[in-house]
């Protein structure tokens, strides 16, 4: 780790629980008072500003996984006045679950070959939209 690195890394895991905190919080609102375009909103910024902060500190796999956190919560919002189905919720729920257990790994020294390779491969493949199906040609 470099020297900015060094001084930088404290820096961004406070903002990262912090940032993760305002998410459990906005998380726990939501389910009590029902999901909002407001609440999709402020999950979005919070993951889209985790995202841009793990630039700083050269975690890509971080910022990657706050980047489909972010576009899930905007893809939720777009499709309201729909009441966000119970499987999405759950799929939600997971990332942010997921986020929390992010600076743990890291303290114990991980190189987080399972959030690279495992992890973010399988949550990108649920996020994508299916594709629309072709007609077969005669």
Do not use: T
């Not at 796999?61 to 499709?79: F, M």
């Not at 119970?86 to 600076?103: N, Y």
């Amino acid at each position: 780790m470099s020297d900015s690195e060094q001084y930088l890394w404290p820096l961004f895991r406070a903002e990262y629980i912090g940032r993760i905190g305002r998410i459990r919080d906005i998380l726990n609102d939501s389910y009590a008072s029902g999901f909002s375009s407001s609440s999709f909103d402020q999950l979005h910024q919070e993951f889209d500003s985790i995202n841009g902060a793990s630039r700083v500190v050269h975690r890509e796999d971080i910022g990657e996984l706050a980047r489909l956190a972010a576009s899930y919560a905007r893809y939720l919002r777009i499709r309201l006045p729909n009441e966000p189905a119970d499987a999405q919720l759950v799929l939600l729920d997971a990332l942010v679950v997921l986020a929390e257990k992010v600076i743990p790994l890291i303290n114990m020294e991980s190189d987080f070959y399972c959030l690279k390779e495992s992890v973010l491969p399988q949550i990108r493949e649920l996020l994508m939209p299916p594709l629309p199906h072709e007609p077969e040609e005669r």
